[in-house]
């Protein structure tokens, strides 16, 4: 075992910080860190173009009034402001997507992305929706922090409080929640506390698992990191599902028992590798994705071996091989679909060197625990947040090329919903991302 060198999760206060993370390639327990000067996410910037809470739910009730088959259901309550989090229901096909987006709240686009593309599945009769909702059944939660997605804060301190968004929800932790505080909780003064909610999954479901309950001193042990023992493997920041946002994404996951999971974020600008030896403009890499996967592709994992590190610190040892390979693939099938329209926009993707995260969305869910370990195959996507420098009329444009190249990728899932025609290749040959491995 190597040692920890990371520091406690004690940080300053990050709303207002543009600080962009210049984590090194190498696996640390940094990046376990739910803030701090390793934020990642240039924030501080006028939210107001972004749907609030409110005006989300009217535009959703809208949506489902006017389709015949989109249906919307509330999973749960935020902790803090309990507003509601939607979950939305569309298509009629045999293979089931789950969509996540917002768990951050300071990641706003997510939401605006999923917003249209539910409109568009939920109102067009084009060819290529009918085709998509044939083959394909979706289960997308469009905004799952609605507590930071309004997070108001006084930035530029004159007194009034901005909406900024944060990326926490807003919760106190109390002794009858957990043993200890988990290390993923945020406290700083002068603001509401609140999780990192995707530190908060757990690999194991609520049936198996509470933290009230749990008394396995083997792994509360260690009060900050939580490694979780589980089927031979130690599971280093578990997370302890101590949000009800958590729990309601962990519910619907569950029930939906998909085949692919995907979800969604914001990431620092980073150069796309080589395009400043000498090229003027140099091209900045404005998505990046990430394949979940096992040991079958542990060779081919950036972060092993390295100081004989577990298996389950630089792959998800649950993830069987056929799973694995889907995964891979449906980023190759993203690259390639987006690739294919030649926009500017989508010819510098990157990737990130996978790791395992255990308290996140990807990592937790992805072995599908509750529903017999029927691997899913995962992806996460990150796209840069150029608002502030592109202004808002090219943010639309973004925005709009987003929504049309993810309704690509999935009528190219519905022509091909096992992946047999895609390989793992156009993945492993995606660079990676120049600065290493942001927060997600
Ligand atoms: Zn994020």
Redesign the pocket.
């Known amino acids: 075992m190597h040692r920890r060198t990371f520091l406690k999760a004690t940080g300053a206060a990050t709303v207002g910080v543009t600080a962009v993370g210049a984590a090194s390639a190498a696996p640390d327990r940094e990046r376990y860190r739910p803030g701090g000067p390793a934020l990642g996410?240039p924030n501080a910037i006028n939210l107001n173009a972004f749907h609030t809470n409110a005006q989300l739910t009217a535009a959703l009730e809208s949506i489902a009034r006017q389709s015949g088959r989109v249906s919307l259901r509330e999973r749960g309550r935020s902790a803090g402001r309990n507003d509601p989090i939607w979950e939305v229901q569309v298509g009629g096909g045999d293979v089931d997507v789950h969509l996540v987006t917002q768990?951050?709240g300071d990641?706003a686009i997510g939401t605006e992305a999923a917003l249209k593309l539910i409109r568009r599945l939920g109102l067009s009769d084009s060819r290529q929706v009918d085709h998509i909702l044939e083959n394909l059944s979706f289960t997308i939660i469009p905004r799952v922090n609605p507590d930071g997605a309004m997070y108001r804060y006084d930035v530029d301190g004159d007194g009034g409080k901005e909406r900024v968004g944060r990326?926490y929800n807003t919760q106190a932790w109390t002794a009858d929640q957990s043993r200890y505080r988990p290390y993923y909780h945020y406290d700083p003064d002068g603001q509401a506390p609140g999780y990192d909610m995707?530190r908060d999954f757990n690999v194991r479901p609520p049936s198996e698992f509470d933290p009230r309950t749990d008394d396995d001193a083997a792994w509360w042990a260690d009060e900050q990191y939580l490694d979780m023992p589980y089927e031979g493997h130690t599971l280093f920041g578990s997370g302890l599902r101590l949000a009800p946002e958590v729990r309601a994404v962990t519910e619907s996951f569950m029930e939906t028992n998909p085949d692919y999971a995907i979800t969604h974020?914001?990431k620092g600008g980073s150069l796309y590798p080589g395009s400043d030896e000498g090229k003027r403009p140099t091209k900045q890499t404005l998505m990046s994705v990430m394949a979940a996967y096992g040991p079958e592709y542990l060779d081919r994992s950036p972060f092993y071996p390295a100081d004989h590190a577990p298996v389950s610190e630089a792959v998800n040892p649950f993830l069987d091989a056929e799973t694995s390979a889907r995964s891979i693939k449906l980023n190759s099938l993203v690259i390639e679909a987006l690739a294919e329209r030649g926009d500017s926009v989508f010819d510098s993707i990157t990737r990130y060197g996978y790791f395992p995260l255990w308290g996140s969305y990807l990592d937790g869910l992805c072995p599908n625990v509750a529903n017999g370990g029927d691997g899913v195959a995962g992806m996460l996507y990150?796209v840069a947040y150029q608002t502030d420098d592109l202004g808002q009329k090219a943010f639309g444009r973004q925005l709009e090329l987003t929504t049309v190249g993810f309704l690509e990728s999935f009528a190219a899932l519905a022509d091909d919903p096992a992946l047999g025609e895609y390989s793992v290749e156009p993945y492993f040959e995606t660079p990676l991302y120049g600065q290493g491995i942001q927060?997600?």
């Open positions: 996410q768990i951050h990641e990326r995707n974020h914001h990150e927060p997600r």
